[in-house]
């Protein structure tokens, strides 16, 4: 091997804590030596966060993997957060999704969750695209470094967080846990976090978080991007909803483009503290005005065989919601119902958020509100339920560019989804 180890890693590359870890060791020395890592940094988090939480019929493979680390004892050395649930009976689905969901797709559910506790599970209910949410608990500090997958909880660390992490696969982060170190490349680096993009935002009001991610990350694609001007809509704290916003500008960033990481001006930790010395040398410029969020959005693919089609379910939460976006679309929805004249929404609605922020929005008065507008919570995975070929069929509207991109999903901005699932139409 060409990188150099510490003499702890070399011995357990050696095999001197048995055959598999010393697999598990060679898997990550390999991996960062097709980035040229020169070396393995230890994983300082309390946490770790998995998004293999899906139990897919067709991953015989990664099953059999996880059964041979539990067998030789090498689990994971942090208990770690896993990625959203599935299924869940309460969200709208017929006798066909469900046959196709329980039967073929996701018919590993129940033993692969039962892995995951052997491995390390945080808690029964510790599936969540964002795990870094307060009641979660899943929070690194600033400069820890990570080893996470799950593209929108990795920006958002990197990013509002001030932690370090690169987009690692479910599995290769799960060996960095197992081994407790990972390869020094990317966004581990102190170079590799400087920006390659000055983004100058010049909207005449507050950008669409989803529609701004979206803009930045198809132009910026996987390099990280330094955002002027966006500091005018969201203050110089983060604040809930600063935190709120940056999760779905994040989660759009990484999904349309593979971002891993930006700076906003004036507001997030790196930035605040170094400012333009972030910023390369060579840096270019992309400049998102009124105009180019409209011609952004007119270029989205619409996917549906009828353009036309009454919308059959509406997803809201791709990333999961946070407690205030629960609270604050109570109120939107009761207000939207108040002005057609209905007493519940038109379209079936789904809200998504974590285990823990739906069971703290059960103790506020909200979480009746929302019942009485026929609005569903739930903890599911979005874009795993529209993964069914059967549900892809489906006109399903959201305001996620993420459940957009990789489902047939029809992107509508928040106050669109409002009129429609209110009144019917736009």
């Known amino acids: 091997m060409g990188m150099t180890l510490t003499p ?6 050696d095999g001197g804590k048995g055959e598999t870890m ?27 966060h998995l998004v293999t939480s899906f139990g897919l019929g067709a991953l015989g493979a990664v099953y059999e993997l996880m059964d041979k ?41 129940k ?30 500090k600033k400069g820890d470094v990570l080893s996470w997958s799950e593209s929108s909880a990795v920006v958002y660390a990197n990013s509002v967080l001030g932690a370090r992490c690169n987009r690692n696969s479910g599995i290769l982060d799960l060996m960095g ?46 390099d990280v991007p330094y955002l002027c001007g966006l500091d005018r809509w969201l203050g110089s704290e983060l604040d809930d ?3 709120t916003y940056l999760k779905d500008f994040g989660a759009a960033t990484a999904s349309n483009g593979a971002v891993g990481l930006y700076h906003i001006e004036n507001l997030t930790p790196e930035a605040k503290e170094l400012g333009t010395a972030l910023i390369a040398p060579d840096a270019r410029t992309y400049v998102i005005d009124d105009a180019e969020l409209a011609r952004v959005k007119a270029g989205y693919p619409l996917v549906w065989k009828d353009p036309d089609a009454r919308p059959k379910l509406c997803f809201m939460g791709c990333p999961h919601m946070s407690l205030q976006q629960l609270i604050s679309w109570t109120g939107c929805v009761e207000q939207g ?41 739930s903890y599911i995975c ?12 489906m006109p399903v509207i959201t305001s996620s560019n993420k459940l957009r991109t990789y489902t047939t999903a029809r992107y509508y901005t928040d106050d669109e989804i409002l009129l429609m699932i209110t009144k019917g139409g736009l």
């Open 8 to 13: 702890e890693q070399q011995a357990i590359l």
């Open 22 to 48: 010393a697999k598990v060791m060679k898997t990550l020395v390999l991996f960062g030596e097709t980035f040229h890592a020169e070396k393995m940094v230890p994983v300082t988090s309390e946490y770790n």
């Open 69 to 109: 680390l539990i067998e030789a004892g090498a689990v994971s050395g942090q208990k770690f957060t896993v990625d959203p649930r599935p299924l869940d009976k309460h969200v709208p689905s017929n006798f066909p999704q469900d046959l196709v969901f329980r039967r073929f797709m996701y018919n590993r559910q």
């Open 111 to 140: 033993p692969y969750e039962e892995q995951l506790k052997k491995l390390g599970l945080l808690s029964p209910d510790a599936f969540t695209c964002t795990c870094y949410m307060d009641e979660v608990g899943n929070q690194p």
């Open 177 to 222: 846990s197992i081994v407790g170190c990972v390869p020094y490349f990317g966004l581990l680096t102190d170079e590799g976090r400087k920006a390659k993009w000055i983004v100058r935002v010049e909207t005449s009001q507050k950008p669409e978080a989803q529609l701004l991610g979206s803009a930045v990350g198809m132009k910026v694609m996987e």
């Open 241 to 243: 909803g600063a935190r």
């Open 337 to 377: 119902l108040k002005a057609s004249g209905f007493r519940k929404v038109v379209i079936p609605t789904v809200f998504t958020a974590a285990p823990a922020v739906l069971k703290e929005f059960e103790t506020t008065e909200y979480a009746a509100r929302l019942r009485a507008t026929g609005v569903i919570t």
């Open 382 to 393: 979005p874009l795993m339920y529209m993964n069914n070929p059967l549900s892809a069929k």
